[in-house]
């Protein structure tokens, strides 16, 4: 090629103007960005959750036990943990017929939450149940003996976690009741007798129309407890816990409806039987956190120098709590007690 072609030709190249025709799109991409906008999901239904079985959770629509779905948790919820208690936004298929699945699209915020630990080394919080107004700590009077401590730590929960104690003691018939229940009179806690021979009224009217968590170690009556309340426990324990690929075990916490005694199909409050606990560690509370319970204890340990275990003398012998009098005073013993569990460093 000739210096006169090749000078034409450069000079053609220069000329060129580029338009949109240059760009190349690569097949498949479509243009329109990403966005992080999720669907509002007006139209939900509110339900309870009642059981989890591995990837699937049985919700209870509008409070009535018969209206029952098996729900998966939706997309846009990630990991987000959904356990028993837990007031959800369901959407898709909500008719509770056989192989029917709906979804979590929400879960609402929590009202109370009982956590535990595996043990005071565990740093891994595990939510037992959400959303429930009192925690009934069944503890057995012999046979097995009963563990204060165990008590104490179950207290502590509760009252961090908002739910309001009550501690029911059964197999009355093998030992005395009121030293034990002395024991926790300081702290207002609620006292009901339970034992097989013991009239159940008193524990119906406790429980009725609220939503209740049972704890308790292995071989202290609770599932005996249970049985009477929910006379058809059993089944009703298989049909609210096999709703996802297995079925209900002992490792699981299940939500059951009491009878109602005014016969309008609604549920007349809830038990969520619990599994049998054989440890109960609270790695993740604090002491600041058992008195924060207590609006009087809170009030003063404001006055607490910086560091204060609130155990007092010898360890603090200028914690606040000590200036305390009359009945207060009395509860500062009574919630030391809590304390001196806390620092234990056993999970009974």
Wanted: glycine share 10%; charged share 25%.
């Amino acid at each position: 090629m000739g210096n006169h072609a090749r000078a034409g030709r450069s000079a053609l190249l220069t000329a060129r103007r580029y338009d949109e025709s240059d760009v190349r799109v690569r097949p498949g991409k479509g243009s329109r960005p990403r966005t992080k906008t999720r669907p509002e999901h007006k139209s939900a239904e509110t339900a309870m959750v009642v059981s989890v079985d591995r990837g699937r959770w049985g919700c209870v629509l509008g409070d009535d036990p018969d209206r029952l779905v098996v729900a998966m948790r939706a997309r846009e919820l990630g990991r987000t943990p959904i356990v028993v208690g837990d007031q959800v936004g369901v959407v898709g298929d909500v008719s509770g017929r056989t192989d029917t699945l709906a979804r979590i699209v929400r879960v609402e915020e929590r009202s109370t939450v009982l956590r535990r630990t595996a043990d005071d080394t565990d740093p891994f919080e595990r939510i037992v149940v959400a959303n429930a107004s009192q925690l009934l700590i069944v503890v057995a009077l012999a046979d097995p003996p009963p563990r204060t401590g165990f008590v104490e730590r179950a207290l502590v929960a509760a009252y961090v976690g908002g739910l309001a104690p009550i501690l029911c003691l059964t197999k009355g018939d093998l030992a005395d009741h009121a030293e034990f229940a002395a024991a926790f009179a300081d702290l207002d806690v609620p006292v009901i007798l339970a034992g097989q021979d013991d009239p159940l009224g008193p524990v119906q009217d406790v429980l009725a129309g609220k939503v209740t968590a049972l704890i308790g170690h292995s071989g202290v009556g609770k599932s005996t407890l249970v049985n009477r309340l929910v006379p058809d426990a059993d089944r009703a324990t298989g049909v609210v816990s096999g709703v996802g690929k297995g079925r209900h075990t002992s490792t699981q916490s299940v939500a059951l409806p009491l009878p109602d005694a005014t016969g309008s199909g609604r549920s007349g409050g809830w038990v969520v039987d619990t599994p049998g606990i054989r440890s109960f560690g609270l790695a993740h509370i604090s002491p600041d956190d058992v008195l924060g319970a207590f609006t009087d204890l809170a009030a003063a340990i404001e006055d607490c120098p910086r560091g204060c275990s609130h155990l007092g003398p010898p360890a603090d012998p200028e914690c606040a709590l000590d200036r305390l009098e009359g009945e207060a005073a009395r509860r500062v013993d009574a919630v030391r007690l809590l304390l001196v569990a806390l620092n234990s460093n056993e999970a009974w």
